[in-house]
C-alpha cells in the first residue's frame, strides 16, 4: 500500500461506518497526488 499504517487503519474504519469501499483517495489538488485503492477505470 501507499499509505501509512495510520491512513490505512482510518480509511479501512471509514469504510466500516459507510458501509461501502473506498476505491480514490486523494492527497492533494493535483491529479498526480490520487491514489487508486483499487482500479476504477480500466
Known amino acids: 500500500s501507499q499509505l501509512p499504517k495510520n491512513a490505512l487503519?482510518?480509511?479501512k474504519r471509514i469504510?466500516?461506518?459507510?458501509?461501502?469501499?473506498v476505491?480514490?483517495?486523494s492527497t492533494g489538488?493535483?491529479?498526480?497526488?490520487?491514489?487508486?485503492?483499487e482500479p476504477v477505470f480500466t
Open 15 to 21: 469504510e466500516e461506518l459507510v458501509g461501502c469501499r
Open 23 to 25: 476505491q480514490i483517495i
Open 29 to 37: 489538488p493535483r491529479r498526480e497526488e490520487t491514489i487508486q485503492v
Open 9 to 11: 487503519a482510518y480509511v
